[in-house]
């Protein structure tokens, strides 16, 4: 298992004047980080990788779908655009040297047909998602696909959902993750989901019910963080908070306030938390085995 940061905290880019935070994660504990790649240059994304690994960071990277670019749509100028858009998506993860994409690339966040998935959405998607699969087997990179709530999406919302799809899509680059968050909101009972999807979950967003500091709020951590260690999960656990850093992104993900005295005090408790509780949940299943 290793430990993760999400530098969306900061806003939508990383560039190497950034230096100083990904040193603090680093001295702090963290294990790699996750870069945001929504815009840039593959040179700007070269750059980074050679600055972290100087640090002696290790990453993953994470997108989403820009408008004009919906692989769901009726238009096949759209689909294709969500190829090319992960086609340079790909092509900046391998610059950077991160073998992991992750986000919500199944459909653009915010555009709804006002009906459930339609069949036709499913064999778009899964199109979609075997050129993509294509593409990544190419650069030694894997794709985790993240079910999104419904007010964010109307395709893949649970994980049940995210695991019968990835049956049908049937792509060895192309796997799924697990999101506090969003099974919060979308599951009835969100650490039950994990050993039904174990098989892909090959990522998972450590994320607080408010975006704020993990551990503070009401996501069932220590039965989610048990049900992993039962699973045999051994990827990332990657820290996904929010603030107000970028007044932009802040207005796109609806953060209104500070969840946290500061950025720090979010990346620092956040990793104290993670650590510690994976310890417990080891603790906990020794005892447990043990006792049988």
């Not at 040297?97 to 499913?122: A, D, I, K, N």
């Not at 929010?242 to 950025?263: I, L």
Request: charge should be negative; proline fraction near 5%.
């Amino acid at each position: 298992m290793k430990i993760g940061f999400n530098m969306f905290l900061w806003g939508t880019s990383s560039s190497p004047a950034q230096r100083s935070i990904f040193e603090s994660l680093k001295q702090v504990g963290y294990d790699g980080v996750e870069i945001p790649v929504i815009s840039g240059r593959l040179e700007e994304y070269r750059a980074l990788g050679a600055l972290l690994d100087d640090i002696g960071l290790q990453r993953t990277t994470v997108t989403v779908l820009p408008h004009g670019s919906n692989p769901l749509s009726d238009s096949t100028e759209e689909r294709r655009g969500g190829i090319a858009h992960l086609d340079w998506v790909l092509d900046c993860s391998a610059a950077l040297g991160s073998q992991l994409v992750v986000g919500p690339v199944h459909q653009t966040l915010g555009e709804f047909t006002g009906e459930p998935p339609s069949e036709v959405e499913f064999e778009r998607g899964c199109d979609f998602h075997r050129s993509v699969g294509d593409l990544a087997a190419r650069r030694g990179v894997r794709v985790a696909i993240e079910a999104m709530n419904r007010f964010e999406a109307h395709f893949l919302n649970t994980m049940s959902q995210l695991v019968s799809y990835l049956d049908r899509v049937a792509h060895p680059a192309v796997t799924g993750m697990y999101d506090t968050f969003h099974a919060n909101i979308e599951e009835l009972d969100p650490p039950a989901t994990i050993a039904p999807s174990k098989r892909y979950i090959e990522h998972v967003h450590i994320s607080e019910n408010d975006r704020g500091v993990p551990g503070r709020g009401h996501v069932p951590w220590k039965a989610t963080f048990r049900e992993l260690w039962r699973a045999g999960f051994d990827g990332w656990l990657t820290i996904e908070a929010f603030g107000r850093n970028s007044p932009q992104f802040a207005a796109k993900t609806r953060v209104w306030r500070e969840f946290a005295g500061s950025s720090d005090t979010i990346y620092r408790e956040g990793y104290d938390f993670v650590r510690s509780s994976w310890a417990m949940a080891g603790s906990d299943q020794s005892s447990l085995d043990r006792e049988r």
